[in-house]
């Protein structure tokens, strides 16, 4: 599917002039972030578009944070977005957000969660804990 603002496949366009959107823009740090920080500028969002919902997970660096409030980008194309936790190692400049199935190294807590104590029977359930693997 294409990002940016588009029309229909048709190539009509709504009766007020304006189009759809679809996707984010190109988002990507526009200022260094030091470790620690519970908050991320940004830069490359589609003009006075929500840029992340409250709760949207953010991939950086190979980690996983979330929004914590929705966000709207600036006239410029500008975000500074809360996120938790604290990033876990500075970020540069020009660190790209993946915003599409951002994903984390994980492993288990601990070597028993993969144990399977259920009886054989109709209904049963499974679980098991995880952490984030960090290095």
């Known amino acids: 599917m294409p990002s940016g603002p588009f029309s229909f496949d048709d190539a009509t366009i709504f009766t007020d002039g304006t189009g759809m959107v679809v996707g984010s823009g190109n988002p990507a740090f526009a200022a260094g972030a030091p470790r620690g920080a519970l908050s991320i500028a940004t830069q490359g969002w589609y003009p006075?578009?929500?840029?992340?919902g409250a709760?949207?997970?953010?991939?950086i660096?190979?980690?996983l944070y979330m929004a914590t409030e929705r966000v709207v980008a600036s006239g410029t194309g500008t975000a500074t977005i809360p996120i938790a936790p604290p990033l876990r190692a500075a970020a540069p400049?020009?660190?790209?957000?993946?915003?599409?199935?951002?994903?984390v190294p994980m492993r288990l807590v601990s070597d028993d969660e993969s144990a399977n104590p259920t009886r054989p029977g109709r209904f049963t359930a499974i679980t098991a804990r995880f952490e984030e693997a960090l290095p």
Do not use: F, Q
């Open 48 to 52: 006075n578009a929500v840029a992340v």
């Open 93 to 103: 400049i020009g660190e790209p957000l993946v915003l599409s199935n951002p994903t």
């Open 55 to 59: 709760g949207d997970y953010l991939g």
């Open 61 to 63: 660096a190979g980690r």
